[in-house]
């Protein structure tokens, strides 16, 4: 990593750097976005820190709006542009009674006080474009080697704030890098600590880690520490599936299945999810184990889960759905493509399809080729179905209820029965979707029920 690049922060951000510096106080960015903009990637915000107290910063910023973030902890916010910017003043944390926030901050005139106490040395960087690159904890050389290490006594930091132990892991799911071992002895050390953490914070940083590119390895490693908030997958691990289908235990098969979906928080989540339920369904006979109704069981298993996590309710309900039907049996043919397409949506077709693949592609070896072949003939069906805009659902047929009605059908459930027949014929292929065909079938089918 070239400690001697430069950052070019956005207009605003180098307007605050300037006020302050202009008022003869040291700033400097600082953190996530020193760390992104030397990966060369666009940071998501811009955050400074400075020497200046709180109401220096207030006076330096008086004609923009300023939001009073968390005086106490020296944090103002400066609007500029439109842009937020969160400015810091240096500081020391006191204790952390709750393992989460400390219970009082010290501000001080050192940039190095303050970059001491924050978490992965990849975060404790700082950058003036007149100054260069802060680097006391050389983040910089962490950063080109890919890795993740605590800026001091790992075991310390994580006592300051447990989350940092997901933290960690996370970074490392998303940036694709390896966790230092006296970093990652302190995570399986201290993951007793999750416990200290709101549910919410922990769902949001499973989230990241689980659409993360190093997301097996991070979990294959830190099972122990997965299983800390979610003790409802422990069963998984290293059960022994006994079966040919199968050349993984249920908890490495569920890793390559997470592996293989897409990077989509709701596929990730019920990837993660769908086998839950095998390790209390099992049995065995003759050819081996089996796991009937483990779908099920694993329904119950991902609604308590996210439940305690504090899910939103669209991720619940959409996970819970895509675990129930992971097993849904596909058959290379586009009439059964479009059935199924038919019975949930598109949407929903396409990404329980995305979990079989990856299901199927975390088999057995001697297995594994011809299902994944299959599978991806299934998916160019599917994918041209949606490419030729077929018909799938009622939303799409040429005919309506109102049609029916002005054609002098009665009122009642007898309109949804004939839409319904006559969408199941489009897809089938026996009836085109065209307004005039779907009449003419439908006055048949009145006429014939009406003769019974």
């Known amino acids: ?45 811009w955050d400074c820190t400075t020497s200046a107290r709180p109401e220096q910063i207030e006076q330096c910023f008086r004609g923009f709006h300023v939001i009073e973030t968390g005086m106490q902890h020296g944090t103002v916010t400066a609007v500029i542009d439109k842009m937020p910017i969160e400015i810091t003043t240096y500081r020391i944390d006191g204790a952390y009674a709750d393992h989460r926030r400390p219970d009082s ?4 005139d050192r940039l190095t006080d303050d970059l001491a106490r924050r978490d992965f040395t990849v975060n404790a960087m700082a950058y003036h474009p007149a100054q260069g690159l802060i680097d006391p904890y050389h983040g910089a050389d962490d950063l080109a080697a890919g890795i993740i290490r605590c800026v001091g006594d790992p075991a310390a930091r994580f006592e300051e704030d447990g989350l940092r132990i997901l933290r960690a892991m996370r970074f490392a799911s998303v940036l694709d890098f390896d966790i230092a071992p006296e970093t990652a002895a302190a995570i399986h050390e201290k993951r007793g600590l999750l416990t200290c953490i709101s549910a919410e914070r922990i769902y949001a940083e499973l989230t990241k880690l689980l659409c993360g590119k190093r997301v097996l390895p991070v979990l294959e490693e830190f099972a122990d520490v997965l ?14 599936q006994q079966t040919h289908w199968h050349c993984y235990d249920v908890y490495m098969h569920t890793l390559y ?11 990730r989540w019920a ?52 675990v129930e039907h992971h097993d849904l049996v596909w058959e290379n043919s586009e009439k059964q493509v479009a059935r199924i397409v038919r019975r949930f949506d598109m949407e929903t077709a396409e990404q329980l399809l995305a979990l079989h693949r990856a299901d199927v592609g975390a088999q057995a070896y001697e297995i594994r080729e011809a299902q994944q072949a299959e599978a991806d003939q299934i998916a160019e069906k599917l994918a041209a179905l949606k ?16 049609d029916l009605l002005r054609a002098g059908f009665p009122q009642g459930k007898a309109i949804g029965e004939t839409l319904n027949a006559l969408l ?23 006429q014939t029920s009406g003769t019974e």
């Open 424 to 446: 199941d014929q489009v897809i089938d292929g026996t009836l085109p979707n065209e307004h005039d065909a779907l009449m003419k079938a439908a006055q048949s089918m009145l």
């Open 257 to 267: 299945v997470i592996e293989g979906v897409p990077p989509v928080p709701v596929l």
């Open 1 to 45: 990593m070239d400690k001697q690049m430069h950052i070019t922060p956005p207009a605003p951000v180098q307007r605050a750097l300037d006020a302050l510096t202009d008022a003869d106080y040291a700033a400097y960015i600082v953190g996530g976005c020193v760390r992104d903009a030397m990966r060369g990637t666009q940071p998501h915000d």
């Open 387 to 402: 490419a030729a805009d077929a018909c799938m659902s009622l939303k799409k047929l040429a005919l309506t209820g109102s």
């Open 227 to 240: 299983f800390t908030v979610l003790p409802e997958l422990a069963p998984m691990f290293k059960f022994d």
């Open 271 to 322: 990837a993660l999810l769908h086998d839950a339920g095998k390790p209390h369904t099992f049995t065995k006979d003759e050819r081996g184990g089996h796991f009937y109704g483990h779908a099920k069981v694993s329904v119950e298993i991902a609604e308590r889960a996210l439940r305690a996590l504090k899910s939103d309710r669209k991720t619940l309900e959409r996970v819970m759905l895509l």
């Open 105 to 108: 901050v010290t501000f001080t």
